[in-house]
């Protein structure tokens, strides 16, 4: 089939062996590739109720139909395995030099099965896999494994590495690739760390025919003529991320102190505009795209004078920033780093940290940190990477921590993984998403922050609100599949991505029949997670979500929040009947 290889690498880890098998074009056209074929093998694959950390857990990677391309964003590819931090469906994603180069190796997807004997590094080709001594490595951070690795891999070829938080299993360890970009979410990197794989190098240069270029040449055109005339673009291009911390303050939905309040009185500190005066920023961005929307710095004074790092982002200045108080940019960036090297999510440890500091007020752990700590903080990242004192519990994940610490009354996660910067008791559409997500409280299957802030839909409104968060769930899982950035659904409608689909594929698909497929991929990660024990009625927030309002009065209840969801799983049960009857 045009877009793809039809082909699998299979890698045995416990008997250092690898194979090829077959992928036919049906099993293409009902996945599409990307997260529809991480599913399918998740689904096909894995054992059922096995254990995260059991060698018989698959870790899959996968790319799209225009990966490889010239189509904008198109250099990004997928993980997917069964996730440490939830029990279930677990994904990740990330953009960066590498996606090209596992495409490359000729192959849609590779599934690592088994365990390495000892720690390892394994070089994967256009000939296959060899695998390589990585002891040297034990406990090494993720920049010096990642160096490491290159010197001893081919010419342009490019690696992912894990941090001690993989080796030792954290449930919210990362992937590195390119030193400072992530696989962050679910604890990806503890799955290659229970198989022993400190980093897999990718060495391929192999292209893939697509159906017509002409086409794909058109959309690229026609894309690139919408992104110039966005002030969306010049945003991305000027500020990145961080913009969305003056957003989100203004809107009071900026979660502060572990979830108490949505606005943060120092947040200038922490913002755009602030990065941009006070550090030495400079864009830059992954190959095929416009945006540029990283921001490499550098901080120019202070105690941490000199300090480079590719952000910080939105995402890591609320977590590590507005939940614990820290009212430094720098000093958030310091902690960014320290994260990146651990190899650990700065999301879901940003949430952790906050989560201990109230733990401590209780006096239920033997930790002491309060808000404003950042070297406080930096010492429990370390515990925690290290599997030591109280960072063995926390390393756990909030569901199993909150749990041992009786403290389930306060944890703020969804299935056991955390929300990110948008509070749903402002955005209520973002507590639909959080609820339904099945890798757990993430804002990236549907990015329905975007429509509530932009005044594109209510935020107050619940009856109806669901319609359209599926509309933006739907193009997301059509994204995730192709795989393409998320950050371009301006840009990329109904119409472009029909377009695309044919122009690489050659399948010609109607908007409706793009929904049946996106409905197909979406529910069918909510299905493993039923299978896994994570039924609907996980389908929910925290309690505090649901009973306790911000300090500025945003509330969101129960029966709002049933009311979504009802609507949500109607849409999806009315879509599924209708493919039954075909």
């Known amino acids: 089939m045009k877009g793809f290889f039809n082909k699998l690498l299979r890698v045995d880890l416990s008997k250092r062996s690898f194979g090829y098998e077959d992928i036919g074009d049906e099993v ?107 002891s040297g490595l034990k406990d090494k951070d993720t920049a010096e494994s990642e160096e490491y690795i290159l010197a001893r891999a081919p010419e ?49 240069t192999k292209q893939c025919e697509i159906e017509d270029e002409q086409l794909l040449r ?51 500190n922490l913002s755009a505009d602030y990065m941009q005066k006070n550090f030495e920023v400079k864009a830059k961005g992954c190959p095929n795209c416009f945006l540029n929307c990283t921001k490499h710095s550098r901080i120019k004074q202070g105690r941490h004078k000199g300090l480079e790092l590719d952000g910080p982002e939105f995402e890591t200045i609320y977590a ?89 009354d306060i944890a703020i996660h969804v299935k056991g993984l955390e929300p990110a910067g948008f509070d749903p008791r402002v955005l209520k559409g973002m507590g639909l998403t959080y609820a339904v997500a099945a890798r757990g409280a993430c804002h990236l299957r ?21 319609r359209l968060m599926v509309d933006y769930e739907d193009r997301a899982a059509l994204f995730d599949s192709l795989i393409l950035c998320r950050f371009y659904r301006d840009f990329i409608l109904w119409d472009e991505l029909a377009s695309i689909i044919k122009a690489t594929t050659g399948m010609d698909l109607s908007k409706s029949e793009l929904e049946v497929l ?18 609907s009625s996980k389908d929910t927030l925290p309690r505090r979500f649901l009973t306790e309002a911000t300090e500025e009065g945003a509330k969101l209840s129960g029966q709002e929040l049933e009311i979504m969801i009802k609507e949500y799983n109607d849409i999806r049960e009315s879509r599924e009947r209708e493919i039954r009857s075909v």
């Open 28 to 134: 293409l056209r009902q996945s599409l590739g990307g997260k529809g074929l991480g599913c399918y093998l998740l689904m096909k694959e894995n054992p059922p109720g096995v254990d995260p950390f059991s060698p018989e857990n698959i870790f899959v990677i996968a790319t799209g139909p225009v990966t490889g391309t010239k189509m904008w964003s198109q250099s990004r590819f997928g993980v997917y395995s069964k996730s440490p931090a939830t029990g279930g469906y677990g994904e990740s994603y990330c953009g960066g030099e590498l996606a090209p180069k596992i495409k490359g190796c000729g192959v849609d997807a590779i599934i690592l099965q088994g365990k390495c004997e000892g720690l390892s590094f394994l070089v994967i080709d256009e000939n296959g896999a060899s695998f390589q001594d990585a």
């Open 156 to 204: 342009e070829a490019g690696a992912m590495t894990i941090g001690p938080g993989g080796e030792n299993r954290v449930a919210f360890a990362c992937i590195k690739i390119d030193r400072w970009r992530s696989l962050g979410r679910g604890g990806m990197g503890a799955i290659l760390g229970s198989k022993n794989v400190k980093g897999i190098v990718f060495a391929g």
């Open 218 to 268: 058109k959309v690229i055109k026609d894309v690139a003529k919408k992104g110039k005339e966005s002030p969306v673009t010049k945003k991305y291009q000027q500020l990145g991320t961080p913009m969305q911390v003056a957003v989100t303050n203004k809107q009071n939905c900026f979660p502060t102190r572990y979830w108490q309040s949505g606005h943060f009185s120092k947040w200038e």
């Open 320 to 408: 590590i920033g507005g939940l614990n108080a820290i009212d430094s940019l720098e000093e958030v960036a310091w902690l960014n780093v320290i994260c990146d090297e651990l190899g650990i999510d700065t999301m879901s440890a940003g949430n952790i940290s906050s989560f201990a500091i109230e733990a401590c007020k209780r006096g239920k752990i033997d930790f002491e940190i309060d808000y404003n700590q950042p070297d406080r903080v930096a010492e429990l990242y370390r515990l925690i990477a290290k599997n030591e004192g109280v960072g063995a519990l926390l390393g756990k994940g909030i569901k199993h921590a909150a749990k041992e610490l009786g403290l389930e």
């Open 446 to 466: 549907g990015t329905f922050y975007k429509a509530e802030l932009s005044g594109e839909m209510d935020k107050n409104q619940i009856e109806g609100k669901a």
């Open 518 to 535: 996106a409905n197909k991929i979406t529910q069918q990660s909510r299905e493993y997670n039923r299978r896994e024990g994570l039924d």
